[in-house]
Nanobody, 130 residues
Framework: QLQLVQSGGGSVQPGGSLRLSCAAS????????IGWFRQAPGKEREGVSC????????NYEAYVKGRFTISRDPAKNKVYLQMNSLKPEATAVYYC???????????????????????WGHGTQVPVSS
């Protein structure tokens, strides 16, 4: 069965850190562009970060740049989202996604457009509060 399985969510205080994991089952993430998205209560889904499958280039939305880091481990067939200096407004359900986005070299789009992402994780709750 082809699926993405997420782990690593949970409550965290403002200023804290958390690492989300996304493991692929039944296919290799090496062949797919990766995206992380989030959806806060009552809000539209927004993009967070991405990886270009061809050259590993990464990109981030402005509201997480410098605090979040996306990475992948081909040996474990996993991708990660390291989140540091978390703010209460980061409270959301976080989703990983894999697909074919046809990026050119050195670029990926971390925005909210989900076109091209055919595989989705089930979502991980990340409440940030004191």
């Amino acid at each position: 069965q082809l699926q993405l399985v997420q782990s690593g969510g949970g409550s965290v205080q403002p200023g804290g850190s958390l690492r989300l994991s996304c493991a692929a089952s039944g296919f290799s993430l090496d062949h797919y562009d990766i995206g992380w998205f989030r959806q806060a209560p009552g809000k539209e889904r927004e993009g967070v970060s991405c990886i270009n499958k061809s050259d590993g280039s990464t990109n981030y939305e402005a509201y997480v740049k410098g605090r979040f880091t996306i990475s992948r481990d081909p040996a474990k067939n996993k991708v990660y989202l390291q989140m540091n200096s978390l703010k209460p407004e980061a409270t959301a359900v976080y989703y990983c996604a894999a697909g074919q986005r046809r990026y050119g070299p050195g670029f990926c789009n971390p925005g909210p457009i989900t076109h091209g992402y055919g595989y989705w994780g089930h979502g991980t709750q990340v409440p940030v509060s004191s």
